[in-house]
């Protein structure tokens, strides 16, 4: 599996899906979230909204994520992962969340996937804590399908921290 770090906006990959550092409640908010539904259209958000009121009515727990199309973005799928807030002991949920999207890719048959830094915006993870969560997460990951995980930075300094973990890799 071929692993690319770059700077740039998630909503313009060519990949096969793209992650989304998604809220419990399915519906958008700010960063990475809120640019993903911008761009996918209205019909992303009426399509979590089903999959909430029929699989997850109390909102998706931390850790794990679910597909939905991608409508109107380059991608065909969204993978919508929820991460935890930040705290140390919450280390072992963030890494579910990249495992969980990796896992969804890879049963979808899916070839590509591109992966934002998911939890370091409004749930505070720090930008080089996350980056190693990834790593170790990458690492133990075995793909059936997948060939390529591009993680897409939207700036420098997320960009910076990510590559400098991952080339370890």
């Known amino acids: ?31 990475v979230d809120g640019a993903i539904h911008r761009a996918s259209g209205p019909r992303l958000l009426a399509a979590c909204q089903q999959v909430r009121e029929a699989r997850f009515p109390k909102g998706l727990p931390e850790g794990e994520a679910v597909l939905t199309p991608g409508f109107d973005l380059r991608a065909k799928y969204v993978i919508h992962a929820v991460g935890p807030q930040y705290a140390e002991k919450g280390r072992s949920a963030l890494s579910r969340a990249f495992t969980s999207a990796l896992r969804i890719a890879d049963e979808k048959g899916l070839n590509s996937v591109a992966l934002p830094a998911i939890g370091t915006g409004a749930y505070g993870w720090p930008k080089k804590v996350a980056a190693e969560v990834l790593r170790e997460a990458l690492g133990a990951f075995r793909p059936k399908s997948l060939q390529l995980v591009r993680v897409v930075l939207l700036t420098a300094d997320d960009y910076l921290a990510f590559r400098s973990e991952l080339e370890m890799l």
Do not use: K, P
Not at 4 to 18: K, N
């Open 1 to 31: 599996m071929q692993i690319e770090v770059v700077q740039g906006d998630i909503t313009l990959q060519d990949t096969d899906a793209i992650a989304n550092s998604a809220n419990s409640t399915l519906s958008g908010g700010g960063g």
